[in-house]
């Protein structure tokens, strides 16, 4: 082996380490964690209450879910890139060791052959030779191999250091998987928990009040729009979608009747993130599983700017994602017990607008 080669193995080692550990740093955004209140919250009768004040209730109870949701979804996320790194890491650890024990065994030639010429020092051995040209010749061969053993050797270090490095990044990143686990735990019982209490709250109402119950909801949205509408912010909206926003749009309205369910990506039902990212994901531009890690990572835009695919962040705690199709509208998976339908843009409190494909 040369010291080309040598040199060459350590740097592929060291590269190696420096991919395998970026992207758990690149993970280190914090996760939102889940409300206090694990357990169901106290569900008021709803005899005691308006309509209205149990419409807000139950509005109230599927945000605080949808906020949870995403804390589990964001968590599901990292999980399985931490197992994928892990796997990467075993296999890193492998190779190390695979590379020591060659380096050992070249090692080990070299001692034996020295031990075969009887030890003596390689100027020795020449100057017995008599010839002149083969002493030369042979002087800068014993240099050569008298570098590449030092070379050889010194790889030899590196790679017993990295493979201790190697080592301490995958427990530390099963650590990090563990902690997500149970933070996915946490998530997953606060979402069924506000999801059982708005259901709890909606079960108490007759069926007569229940139908006045999605009328008031499909008003506040009417009113709530009609207002953003009024303020003039599609005055200068108008502008086209891109090529990759033209299919995404077609991917996210082709889904438009199917449920939402926490969690889903589809094909057969969808969260409101689970289906923003698949419809960019049909569109060939991977873009980040959460709405609020949507929001985080993908460029702002202004509103005026807002074209068909770019997505609607909804809530101040990001919580919620639309993709605006145009005319005002956006198609979206509002909540459970809900399809995935149109609705109009401004019919919840918009945080900002995000473009995948800026």
């Known amino acids: 082996m040369n010291r080309r ?137 014993a240099r050569q191999s008298q570098q590449a053993t030092k070379g050889m050797l010194t790889e030899l270090e590196q790679a017993q250091a990295d493979l201790e490095t190697y080592t301490q990044d995958a427990s530390l990143n099963w650590e990090k998987l563990e902690a997500n686990r149970v933070k996915q735990a946490k998530a997953k019982k606060s979402i069924n928990a506000q999801i059982a209490a708005a259901k709890k709250l909606e079960s108490q109402l007759a069926e007569e009040e229940r139908a006045r119950l999605l009328k008031l909801e499909q008003d506040a949205a009417s009113t709530a729009q009609a207002a953003w509408l009024s303020s003039g912010a599609l005055q200068d909206i108008n502008r086209e979608a891109s090529a990759g926003g033209k299919l995404a749009v077609a991917f996210a309205t082709a889904q438009i009747g199917k449920p939402y369910v926490w969690g889903a990506e589809g094909p057969s039902s969808y969260d409101c993130s689970g289906l923003t990212s698949q419809a960019w994901a049909a569109a060939k531009r991977p873009i980040p599983r959460t709405s609020q890690e949507q929001w985080r990572l993908l460029p702002h835009i202004p509103i005026q700017d807002m074209r068909p695919g770019d997505l609607i962040i909804y809530h101040s705690d990001a919580s919620h994602v639309g993709m605006y199709v145009g005319d005002g509208s956006i198609v979206h998976a509002p909540r459970p017990g809900r399809h995935v339908t149109l609705a109009g843009a401004g019919s919840m409190r918009i945080l900002g607008v995000v473009r995948p494909d800026k």
């Open 5 to 141: 080669h040598c040199a060459t193995a350590a740097i592929t080692l060291v590269c190696a380490l420096a991919l395998l550990t970026a992207p758990v740093q690149a993970m280190a955004a914090p996760i939102p964690e889940p409300g206090p209140t694990a357990a169901a919250p106290a569900v008021p009768t709803a005899g005691k209450k308006s309509l209205e004040e149990v419409r807000e209730e139950i509005d109230t109870l599927y945000r605080k879910a949808g906020a949870a949701t995403d804390a589990y979804n964001l968590a599901q996320e990292q999980a399985e890139k931490q197992s994928k790194e892990i796997v990467a890491l075993t296999k890193a650890i492998a190779d190390g060791q695979a590379r020591i024990a060659e380096l050992k065994d070249s090692a080990g030639a070299q001692a034996r052959e020295q031990y075969r010429t009887g030890g003596l020092p390689p100027g020795a051995q020449l100057m017995l030779s008599g010839n002149p040209d083969l002493f030369l010749d042979g002087v800068n061969q």
